[in-house]
């Protein structure tokens, strides 16, 4: 019953490094969605996927790709990591095939990255 | 950009009832309102939603009015463990979550 992981929780890079975030959810979701959340900030979405293969740009997608090869991972890639995209970012998911699902997200733990 | 209005802070007495409020004016026909919370470094976590009518959960009470402008969040017997971010969101069902700034909800012992 490990529902919704995100590795790491805790990441240090450098200005101008690639880095790649983890998403890994258990329950056959067909939604899945990145937030970032900074100081002073609530949450923002940065992309978000409808089902493996479709994916769609949110709130703030610059400098962010990701991908959708399998219903279960949604990976983000940094391909150039800025100081700006120092932050904590979350991973969710949700089901509106589901009785529930249409109105529920379920979030992971988050990801906490520095970029130096 | 967020769809809804909320303070953006509150202070409830431990064991007293939390009333969060929420105004969204423009809110349209197939849009539901719900409310999620912030627990400090954690994600988002899901409390309750409604469309018309009141609804109630092991959680809280939503509270909309008749007129669907505005509503209130109620946890009936506020812990300490409910000191919290609280956003109020509204959307269609299946879409994207925008999040606004929230309510800070302090509990004082």
């Known amino acids: 019953d490990a529902g919704i992981t995100q590795s790491p929780r805790y990441k240090i890079t450098e200005t101008g490094r690639q880095v790649t975030l983890m998403c890994h959810q258990t329950?056959?979701?067909?939604?899945m969605f990145w937030y970032r959340q900074d100081l002073g900030h609530g949450l923002r979405l940065i992309y978000y996927s409808a089902a493996a293969d479709i994916t769609d740009k949110g709130e703030v997608p610059d400098g962010y790709v990701v991908s959708r090869s399998k219903t279960e991972n949604f990976p983000l890639t940094l391909e150039s990591a800025t100081r700006s995209q120092t932050s904590v970012y979350f991973c969710a998911s949700s089901d509106p095939s589901r009785l529930a699902g249409a109105h529920e997200q379920f979030f992971g733990p988050g990801t906490r990255l520095t970029v130096l | 950009d967020a769809k809804t209005t909320q303070p953006t802070s509150m202070d409830c007495a431990e064991g007293r009832a939390a009333n969060l409020p929420c105004n969204h004016s423009t809110i349209s026909g197939n849009e539901y309102v719900y409310w999620y919370r912030q627990i400090h470094s954690q994600g988002p976590q899901y409390i309750i939603h409604g469309l018309k009518n009141n609804e109630t959960n092991e959680m809280a009470s939503l509270i909309i009015t008749e007129d669907r402008k505005s509503s209130t969040l109620i946890l009936p017997h506020a812990t300490l463990r409910d000191t919290a971010v609280y956003y109020c969101i509204v959307r269609v069902a299946n879409d994207k979550i925008i999040f606004g700034k929230g309510t800070r909800l302090h509990i004082l012992p």
């Open positions: 329950w056959s979701h067909s939604y």
